[in-house]
């Protein structure tokens, strides 16, 4: 089939060259180019491996762009005469690397590294996008589990995997003892690089050369100033190489070149043009300026950039002051915002590319508008898993943000929905102030951070289920034994509460080498306090930030074991603990009886179950609210948190049979919901078992996930019901909340017939996935829920 497809590549190849078809642009020449373009997208489009998901039908981009796109990250679309291609950097890098190190400190070495990427690293700039292209990118298999491997081969990471291992070996041992005892799905805990989020309002007046001046008004003569100074430099040489690329491929287009082509590539190196020379003057310039911030941040810096900002409101002055000066047109913005989309569309990264729209003014009014309603209705046309939406909540979001919004979700649109009020509470509860409680910014899977100080960083997930088994095999050996379930649940608050604490003495050690091994220069540029202060701004430098997260995995499902236990071996006596334990450390081996009724209780976490509520209240009492606030290693605080990312399926992997009804190996509970499947009282007895806990005990996070069969959301009652749900959610506290709309008719026909499902997509944890892309015994999971809503 790559064959036939290559061939017909060819043949199409040759009809642009004589003029028949159209597709611009020039390697060494038209034709070469022309030939290159169409067999690669013919070759990407024969590979099911790395096909992202099909276009969707009301989509406001041609065909042949929209090709160009989708394609854009898979295939390295870049100039050989723009620079080293990815090939050429994975073998030269580690021997610059070398050479430096002999001279030069770590920070200096890597800021080094940063600008010799920013100088040879191949790019291009191409009439079919409105953005440029990197050669520097690469990416694991496609694979949707916690054991993904990200950045394979990306010769920024190699380094900075590398330079970790020389760290670690000269780190103190306890840390390591520490690690080891988290072994076995107990907690886990690594250096985290992946959360930053520059304050986009404050630096988009500043721009690239802004940002310079800004450091070298607060010199100082030390390594961090040297480092960012070699860095903020290398970003202007590359802004200079995109103007280069810009005009070279200008002068190079055929005279036959659509016009609407030849303005796109015009008004691209004119933007780029902008941005070399000061701030961003217009919207599709601050776009421009987002999106290479990012590129330089990921694939130069190796620090992830985890929000693309309040989108709607950041461009929304300069788009109004574009349409009043004639400087753009509505067609054009929607097209410069479906080609920003299709980059994350592209790239298509596991856990999704936040941005957030609205929020409240100082006035009180809304922050959604014109621009708010044209980027939604981008997004829904789209229907791309990526970039995710994150939608403040509030008393001021207009009727039409809810109606919009809540017909997206329903057609399985990538959005959260985040209370405005209660992440107020929250924040206040911390010591902020108003101010910065009204203007939090997200980022992340759906974390929230005051402005100017999102650092906070992923300490540890530690697995609230792993005591339990850890009980029952003790009590299998006659190394523990409970009279009654209040003594078992005082062990387990004991023993789960010695696991976190564990985990947190291990962060401890951990953060003092962060800086070691990966310090961030971009993202601590674009920060005021840390170019003020001299600190890196990922690790203390900010002024209102400096967090860290510790994720409790498996809450749902630690409820519904314990209360198991109560029900079999304490009120129906069915069996003793010893006899539980042996009886899990068989997975259930026959008694598949007694499984399955515990499996199908109504005493659940997520039914609104009294007994359920209570254990889950006491969890959060005794466990998280004793480690919300305590201070952290780097001048900030430790935030228990909700959510939970892909441990729920890591730590389910490492955890054996519970007493709920749950087999080795089978996935925890995500976030702060109930374990898959477990509630069948509906939507409204969920919402109302969130009321039984403390929002304040979970200040990192608080996400709620829902299912609902379409036939319950469908018409305007349906929006109604949603709605509904929502409020009464943020109203018991809860800060974030999201859902899945399925029925297990569609599940299963989907399984069987992927072909006819290409955009099919469920909601995990903070993220969208395509069905397809999602493993048999996921699939499994998601549609055991959805049948279980129809009992």
């Known amino acids: 089939m790559k064959v036939l497809m290559f061939i017909c590549g060819v043949a199409a190849a040759m009809l642009v060259s004589a003029?028949?078809?159209?597709?611009?642009?020039?390697?060494?020449?038209?034709?070469?180019?022309?030939?290159?373009?169409?067999?690669?997208?013919?070759?990407?489009?024969?590979?099911?491996?790395?096909?992202?998901?099909?276009?969707?039908?009301?989509?406001?981009?041609?065909?042949?762009?929209?090709?160009?796109l989708k394609s854009k990250w898979r295939t390295r679309r870049v100039e050989a005469s723009q620079g080293m291609s990815l090939k050429e950097l994975q073998k030269e890098v580690p021997s610059w690397v070398k050479e430096w190190k002999r001279r030069h400190s770590w920070p200096m070495v890597k800021a080094k590294l940063f600008a010799k990427l920013c100088e040879c690293s191949a790019l291009d700039v191409s009439e079919l996008d409105w953005y440029p292209a990197f050669a520097d990118w690469t990416f694991a298999p496609k694979t949707y589990s916690h054991k993904r491997?990200?950045?394979?081969?990306?010769?920024?990471?190699?380094?900075?995997?590398?330079?970790?291992?020389?760290?670690?070996?000269?780190?103190?041992?306890?840390?390591?003892?520490?690690?080891?005892?988290?072994?076995?799905?107990?907690?886990?805990?690594?250096?985290?690089?992946?959360?930053?989020?520059?304050?986009?309002?404050?630096?988009?007046?500043?721009?690239?050369?802004?940002?310079?001046?800004?450091?070298?008004a607060n010199w100082k003569d030390t390594d961090y100033y040297r480092a960012r100074k070699v860095a903020i430099d290398g970003a202007a040489v590359l802004m200079r190489r995109l103007v280069e690329a810009g005009e070279k491929r200008l002068a190079a287009l055929p005279e036959k070149t659509a016009p609407a082509r030849r303005q796109r590539l015009f008004k691209q190196t004119e933007s780029m043009r902008r941005l070399a020379e000061g701030a961003p003057k217009t919207a599709y310039d601050v776009l421009n300026f987002i999106y290479i911030f990012w590129c330089m941040s990921e694939q130069f810096d190796g620090i992830q950039v985890r929000s693309l900002g309040n989108l709607d409101r950041l461009l929304s002055p300069y788009y109004g002051l574009d349409i009043a000066a004639g400087r753009t047109t509505e067609a054009e913005f929607r097209e410069q915002l479906a080609h920003f989309w299709w980059q994350w569309g592209s790239i298509d990264n596991y856990f999704g590319q936040p941005l957030y729209f609205g929020g409240t003014r100082a006035d009180g009014t809304s922050g959604y508008g014109e621009v708010s309603r044209i980027m939604?209705?981008?997004?829904?046309?789209?229907?791309?898993?990526?970039?995710?939406?994150?939608?403040?909540?509030?008393?001021?979001?207009?009727?039409?943000?809810?109606?919009?919004?809540?017909?997206?979700?329903?057609?399985q649109r990538s959005i959260s929905f985040i209370g405005e009020e209660p992440h107020w509470r929250v924040i206040r509860a911390m010591g902020y102030t108003e101010e910065q409680a009204r203007t939090f910014l997200l980022w992340g899977c759906y974390e929230w951070a005051v402005k100017d100080s999102a650092n906070d960083i992923f300490g540890a997930a530690v697995n609230l289920v792993k005591p339990i088994e850890e009980m029952l095999a003790d009590a299998?050996?006659?190394?523990?034994?409970?009279?009654?379930?209040?003594?078992?649940?005082?062990?387990?608050?004991?023993?789960?509460?010695?696991?976190?604490?564990?985990?947190?003495?291990?962060?401890?050690?951990?953060?003092?080498?962060?800086?070691?091994?990966?310090?961030?220069?971009?993202?601590?540029?674009?920060?005021?306090?840390?170019?003020?202060?001299?600190?890196?701004?990922?690790?203390?430098?900010?002024?209102?930030?400096?967090?860290?997260?510790?994720?409790?995995?498996?809450?749902?499902?630690?409820?519904?074991?314990?209360?198991?236990?109560?029900?079999?071996?304490?009120?129906?006596?069915?069996?003793?603990?010893?006899?539980?334990?042996?009886?899990?450390?068989?997975?259930?081996?026959?008694?598949?009886?007694?499984?399955?009724?515990m499996l199908?209780?109504?005493?659940?976490?997520?039914?609104?179950?009294?007994?359920?509520?209570?254990?889950a209240g006491e969890i959060v009492k005794k466990i998280f609210v004793p480690l919300d606030g305590m201070e952290n290693g780097r001048g900030?605080?430790?935030?228990?948190?909700?959510?939970?990312?892909?441990?729920?399926?890591?730590?389910?992997?490492?955890?054996?049979?519970?007493?709920?009804?749950?087999?080795?190996?089978?996935?925890?509970?995500?976030?702060?919901s109930p374990t898959m499947g477990a509630d069948t009282e509906g939507a409204t007895a969920l919402v109302e078992s969130?009321?039984?806990?403390?929002?304040?005990?979970?200040?990192?996070?608080?996400?709620?996930?829902?299912?609902?069969?379409?036939?319950?959301?469908?018409?305007?009652?349906?929006?109604?019901?949603?709605?509904?749900?929502?409020?009464?959610?943020?109203?018991?506290?809860?800060?974030?909340?999201q859902f899945n709309v399925a029925d297990p008719q569609t599940l299963r026909d989907a399984q069987a017939h992927p072909e006819k499902y290409e955009n099919l997509q469920v909601r995990i944890c903070g993220w969208n996935v395509r069905w397809n892309d999602l493993p048999k015994r996921e699939q499994d999971a998601y549609i055991r829920r959805a049948e279980n809503l129809m009992k």
């Open 636 to 672: 900030g605080r430790f935030k228990a948190c909700g959510h939970v990312a892909t441990w729920f399926i890591g730590m389910g992997d490492s955890t054996a049979a519970t007493p709920d009804g749950r087999k080795k190996g089978e996935e925890l509970s995500k976030n702060i």
């Open 149 to 216: 491997t990200r950045y394979a081969g990306h010769p920024v990471w190699t380094e900075i995997s590398s330079r970790r291992e020389e760290v670690l070996q000269r780190t103190d041992p306890a840390y390591k003892e520490l690690l080891r005892r988290g072994g076995g799905g107990r907690w886990v805990s690594y250096h985290d690089f992946d959360h930053s989020a520059p304050d986009w309002e404050a630096i988009l007046p500043l721009g690239f050369p802004g940002l310079a001046n800004r450091l070298n």
């Open 476 to 597: 299998q050996s006659g190394k523990f034994a409970a009279d009654g379930f209040q003594e078992f649940k005082t062990e387990y608050l004991r023993r789960a509460s010695q696991l976190v604490d564990e985990a947190r003495r291990c962060v401890l050690i951990g953060e003092r080498c962060r800086s070691e091994v990966n310090p961030s220069l971009l993202f601590s540029i674009a920060t005021e306090y840390s170019v003020k202060s001299g600190k890196d701004a990922l690790i203390d430098g900010t002024a209102n930030g400096n967090h860290t997260g510790m994720w409790m995995v498996g809450l749902g499902t630690a409820v519904d074991a314990l209360v198991a236990v109560d029900e079999i071996v304490y009120r129906r006596a069915d069996m003793d603990l010893g006899s539980l334990g042996k009886l899990m450390s068989e997975d259930w081996r026959g008694r598949e009886d007694l499984r399955l009724r």
């Open 376 to 411: 939604l209705d981008i997004h829904d046309s789209l229907a791309l898993p990526t970039p995710k939406l994150h939608l403040k909540m509030g008393a001021s979001t207009p009727d039409w943000v809810w109606s919009k919004s809540l017909d997206m979700v329903r057609r």
């Open 600 to 615: 199908r209780s109504k005493c659940k976490w997520g039914n609104n179950a009294a007994r359920a509520n209570a254990v």
């Open 690 to 737: 969130v009321a039984a806990l403390d929002a304040r005990g979970l200040s990192g996070d608080f996400p709620l996930d829902v299912a609902l069969l379409p036939g319950t959301v469908a018409g305007e009652k349906g929006l109604e019901l949603m709605r509904t749900l929502i409020k009464r959610y943020f109203d018991n506290g809860g800060l974030v909340i």
């Open 19 to 68: 003029g028949v078809l159209e597709v611009a642009g020039c390697v060494s020449s038209f034709f070469y180019r022309t030939v290159f373009i169409v067999v690669l997208l013919a070759t990407f489009s024969a590979s099911g491996e790395s096909e992202v998901f099909k276009l969707s039908e009301q989509s406001p981009i041609s065909t042949c762009e929209a090709r160009y």
